[in-house]
């Protein structure tokens, strides 16, 4: 009766993968996978604050449309004529906009907060803000 193996042939011999062969490559895999996933929370997180800053340039938008019909800024981002970002589902940011009054306003973008998701360490405090003229600033006050 016949064994069955699992075998690899070449040119007539049979050869298999050892024990310690397979450890190695699975230690290996899992060096690399330790040594991309900070790199992958990190370009996650990006890519969220590129979407919190695109809304905020988009209640920027509907606030310079609102001040041409109205001649003042509007407090409240449900009077613009744009789609809340705070209505999604799932988001990352809760939007306002602070001080606002005839010549200008603040629209500040917060992590977490007010339904929005959460954010890890040490991502969990941030906020951005944007003002009339298009400036985006971070919660540790330096310029995007």
Same mark, same amino acid.
């Given at each position: 009766?016949?064994?069955?193996?699992?075998?690899?042939?070449?040119?007539?011999?049979?050869?298999?993968?050892?024990?310690?062969?397979?450890? $190695?490559?699975?230690?290996? &895999?899992?060096?690399?996978?330790?040594?991309?996933?900070?790199?992958?929370?990190? @370009? *996650? %997180?990006? !890519?969220?604050?590129?979407?919190?800053?695109?809304?905020?340039?988009?209640?920027?938008?509907?606030?310079?449309?609102?001040?041409?019909?109205?001649?003042?800024?509007?407090?409240? $981002?449900?009077?613009?004529? &744009?789609?809340?970002?705070?209505?999604?589902?799932?988001?990352?940011?809760?939007? @306002? *906009? %602070?001080? !606002?009054?005839?010549?200008?306003?603040?629209?500040?973008?917060?992590?977490?907060?007010?339904?929005?998701?959460?954010?890890?360490?040490?991502?969990?405090?941030?906020?951005?803000? $944007?003002?009339?003229?298009?400036?985006?600033?971070?919660?540790?006050?330096?310029?995007?």
């Amino acid at each position: 009766m016949k064994e069955n193996r699992f075998h690899i042939t070449f040119f007539g011999r049979r050869r298999g993968f050892t024990l310690t062969e397979i450890l $190695i490559v699975v230690i290996i &895999i899992a060096i690399l996978a330790t040594l991309a996933l900070p790199m992958l929370v990190k @370009t *996650i %997180e990006k !890519a969220k604050v590129g979407e919190a800053i695109s809304n905020l340039n988009l209640i920027r938008t509907g606030e310079k449309i609102y001040c041409l019909e109205w001649a003042t800024f509007s407090s409240d $981002i449900e009077e613009l004529n &744009i789609e809340s970002p705070n209505d999604a589902t799932s988001r990352y940011f809760y939007y @306002t *906009i %602070e001080d !606002a009054d005839d010549s200008d306003f603040t629209a500040r973008a917060t992590r977490g907060g007010d339904g929005a998701q959460s954010a890890p360490s040490p991502y969990d405090t941030h906020y951005y803000e $944007i003002d009339k003229d298009g400036t985006v600033t971070g919660s540790s006050g330096s310029l995007l």
